[in-house]
């Protein structure tokens, strides 16, 4: 049995046409059904519904023999000992500092300077600030970065934007890039060693509907 990681939402949906490229089917919704573990039209492959940044872990301590995780997660944890062998392009965004309009970000953040900024990517904020020689007060959070800095919380905001709505509708404006982030397929590499021939298989399908669509 072949075990497949997936977050729910926009991972799993533009994983779908990727496992159609493999001949693989997904027999259950998971917007309708209570089910963590989903059958397909393989009986070897099933799918197993985790946390987006829960999926490096399934697939690293073998509870999944591959998974589909975005960059930011695997920036952030670091995820050593996981072969990543694709981008696979969906579920892209990228990652960025914001402030709220008006403020003057680029004296807090001149070399020397110091900013408290709220983030749940505090390894990728720390380093991003780093280089740039801030100081920078983090503070973690798990999610709704985008009140931080409307309530005092912080002053800046490192976050995923798409399509820039959910700034616009807080009245945050994007002031610098940390990096583009698409999906990865990872896989557990003691699983490929047991299961060479059906995990390259899908590895191999994937990566050929990859390079049709780009
Ligand atoms: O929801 P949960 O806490 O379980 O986990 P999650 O939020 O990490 O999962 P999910 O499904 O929302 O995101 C999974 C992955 O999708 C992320 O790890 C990214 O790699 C990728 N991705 C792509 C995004 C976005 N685009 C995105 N826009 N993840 C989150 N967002 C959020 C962003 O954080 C912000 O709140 O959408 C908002 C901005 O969107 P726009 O379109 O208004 O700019
Ligand atoms: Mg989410």
Redesign the pocket.
């Known amino acids: 049995m072949i075990t497949l990681a997936l ?5 799993f949906d533009e994983t779908l046409p990727l496992l159609a490229a493999a001949g693989i089917e997904v027999l259950e919704d998971p917007e309708t059904s209570r089910k963590l573990i989903l059958p397909t039209s393989r009986d070897d492959v099933r799918v197993i519904l985790v ?3 829960d999926v490096p872990t399934y697939v690293t301590y073998g509870g999944a023999d591959l998974g589909v995780a ?4 695997l920036a952030e944890q670091g995820a050593p000992g996981l072969y990543q062998p694709l981008d696979l392009g969906i ?3 990228h990652m960025a500092v914001a402030v709220p309009a008006g403020f003057d970000y680029a004296s807090a953040a001149r070399a020397g300077g110091r900013i408290t900024v709220a983030t749940k990517y505090p390894a990728i904020a720390r380093e991003f600030f780093a280089r740039k020689g801030v100081h920078v007060d983090l503070i973690k959070l798990y ?1 709704s970065m ?1 009140l931080a800095p409307l309530t005092g919380l912080a002053q800046a905001i490192v ?9 616009k509708a807080n009245r945050l404006v994007e002031v610098e890039r940390v990096m583009d ?1 698409s ?1 990865r397929l990872v896989v557990n590499q003691a699983a490929l060693k047991l299961h060479t021939a059906p995990l390259r298989r899908i590895i191999d399908a994937f990566a050929q509907a990859v390079h049709e669509q780009a």
């Open positions: 977050s729910k939402g926009r991972i946390r987006a940044s975005g960059l930011d997660v579920a892209r965004c999610g985008e976050d995923l934007v798409s399509s820039g709505q959910t700034l982030v999906s």
